[in-house]
């Protein structure tokens, strides 16, 4: 499944990139993600609350307050990147995540498609909770 955004925000791009710094600071956007740990191997494992199956994921790039890129190891197999372009009223967020799922005897394709209005919802409350931080117009 691959999600794709274009979100507008009246905060600032450096301010936009913290939340995508590393997935560490995921939860701070997203409300479905708990808190996150680093493991031996510098991935990050991300809890999606309701799910057995968390996130497994370290940044492949992180230019700050232009892009963050990232892989999605473990269950969950994929990547993601979001890039922030400074704009007269703040910040433009582009980007997208791709997400597949291992085929378990041939159920993948029927696990995307269960999994993937869920993962488009997580995005949203992000997005959410990122436009009630803007500043007043």
Do not use: C
Request: aromatic share 12%; net charge negative.
């Amino acid at each position: 499944m691959r999600l794709e955004f274009d979100v507008e925000t009246r905060l600032p791009p450096e301010q936009v990139h913290a939340f995508f710094n590393t997935p560490a600071d995921w939860p701070r956007l997203f409300p479905a993600f708990g808190e996150a740990t680093v493991r031996d191997d510098g991935l990050y494992t991300v809890p999606i609350h309701r799910s057995p199956f968390p996130l497994v994921a370290g940044n492949t790039t992180n230019e700050a307050g232009r892009k963050v890129a990232w892989d999605l190891v473990g269950f969950w197999k994929g990547d993601g990147e979001v890039r922030f372009e400074a704009t007269a009223a703040g910040t433009r967020v582009t980007g997208h995540e791709e997400i597949s799922l291992p085929h378990l005897l041939g159920l993948g394709g029927l696990l995307e498609k269960w999994a993937e209005p869920r993962f488009a919802a997580v995005w949203e409350g992000g997005w959410r909770r990122l436009r009630r931080m803007d500043p007043p117009s």
